[in-house]
């Protein structure tokens, strides 16, 4: 396998060093590799991690970065100061207004006093933006238990927050300061979080972390704040559990590039990423739109429509036990399939999605694979076991499922 290694990515560099990407090419070879095949070895296909290609190409895939590379450079600063300009607006400042206003209730005016039920007062605003927080909060400490990596701290804490000058209260103040219940968030959906993969064990309590020095932040913390601000310029969305489980691969992906001019700036660059994937993917997180042709619903009932076509045995034997497509299909289409595997597996399987030009159909067929590849156990499943299958999926292999995706989708 090795021996392919050295040509994969001198076929990206040469796509990549065109003054304009040829996307259709990138496409492709994000998809799935030059190397002959799709099967084990050499046939992994996928984007190298080396050289920090996979972060350009994703930037590229996810239209953060436009095809013509003498625009990257004025971009990426345009962008980067934006981002500055948001963290300024939206967590230094309501951080000084409140150690200004807020240490005791009697030097606050009446028009803007923290119990002021006016819809407008800027105290309303930030306790309703602490619900979010602590929802935000509560999830962005649980990403990834199995790794170290969310627990440590970052190489490039955010100097605009961490500046020793300031007394204002950042996030993680808010949350420690803050006595208000996160029941009052009901913002979790069926399935996000049912029956957790035994991959995820979380640590019994949240104390086990151990707190950083100060002017340290772990990596959790920058995709909490990642987080707070997409909820704070999205208010028709907000935040929804599961988000998180969006954010981390990419947040993971930029924070270890190899290259340190890209990596420092993988908090603003993966705030953009987000941003551009959950405008494909938002209608997935909307409630209101889930019997819609663009919300969840319809994207599940695709997933045993597709499968009726392909293994017409299979889709009875479900139909006949009444296993719904909700029961597993919605965390796996709503979150991407990153519950299901480690965390490597993840970032394989959205290289080939990322690079799918009809957005995400790809998805239903690596969703179909899925239940191709243990339809043996299926089928001579009961209920219970069958329901137990899906929710813990017991194949690992996920360039097993792609390939199969991948016959599925040639066999149309």
Avoid at 370 to 384: K, N, S, V
Wanted: include cysteine; charge should be negative.
């Amino acid at each position: 396998a090795r021996g392919f290694a050295p040509l994969r990515i001198a076929d990206f560099q040469e796509v990549l060093g065109e003054p304009t990407v040829a996307l259709t090419k990138l496409r492709e070879l994000c998809f799935r590799g030059p190397a002959p095949g799709w099967g084990g070895g050499s046939g992994h296909g996928g984007i190298p991690f080396d050289g920090g290609l996979r972060c350009l190409c994703w930037k590229i895939l996810l239209n953060y970065l436009p095809l013509e590379k003498a625009l990257w450079s004025s971009l990426l600063k345009k962008q980067r100061d934006l981002y500055s300009q948001f963290l300024k607006e939206m967590i230094i400042q309501p951080g000084i207004a409140k150690a200004n206003l807020g240490v005791s209730r009697e030097d606050v005016t009446l028009e803007d006093h923290p119990l002021n039920p006016n819809p407008d007062s800027r105290w309303n605003t930030y306790f309703k933006d602490n619900e979010v927080l602590l929802q935000i909060d509560k999830d962005v400490r649980r990403l990834y238990p199995d790794m170290a990596f969310f627990q440590r701290p970052t190489d490039y804490p955010c100097l605009l927050i961490l500046d020793p000058q300031n007394e204002f209260e950042t996030l993680r103040r808010r949350v420690e300061q803050t006595t208000l219940k996160s029941q009052t968030v009901a913002r979790n959906r069926s399935g996000v979080t049912n029956v957790s993969s035994p991959l995820k064990t979380t640590p019994s309590s949240l104390s086990e972390y151990e707190v950083l020095p100060n002017g340290c932040e772990a990596h959790w913390e920058v995709v909490e704040r990642i987080l707070f601000i997409y909820a704070k310029l999205n208010p028709g969305i907000a935040y929804v559990q599961g988000m998180n489980e969006i954010v981390g691969p990419l947040y993971y992906t930029f924070a270890t590039d190899p290259n340190s001019e890209w990596k420092e700036h993988a908090e603003a660059d993966t705030f953009f990423c987000f941003t551009n994937l959950m405008a494909e993917i938002r209608d997935n997180f909307i409630k209101s739109l889930d019997d819609s042709q663009c919300g969840i619903t319809y994207k599940m009932e695709k997933v045993y429509s597709t499968l009726k076509e392909k293994d017409v045995e299979l889709y009875l034997k479900l139909q006949e036990q009444n296993i719904k497509p909700q029961f597993f299909a919605f965390r796996w289409l709503t979150l991407l399939l990153s519950q299901e595997f480690l965390l490597p597996d993840v970032i394989r399987i959205w290289d080939s999605l990322f690079a799918d030009d009809k957005r995400f159909d790809f998805l239903l067929l690596v969703c179909c694979a899925m239940l191709t590849l243990i339809r043996d156990q299926l089928l001579e499943g009961d209920f219970t076991l069958n329901m137990r299958l899906l929710q813990d999926y017991p194949i690992s292999d996920v360039h097993l499922i792609l390939k199969k995706a991948k016959e599925l989708q040639d066999s149309k």
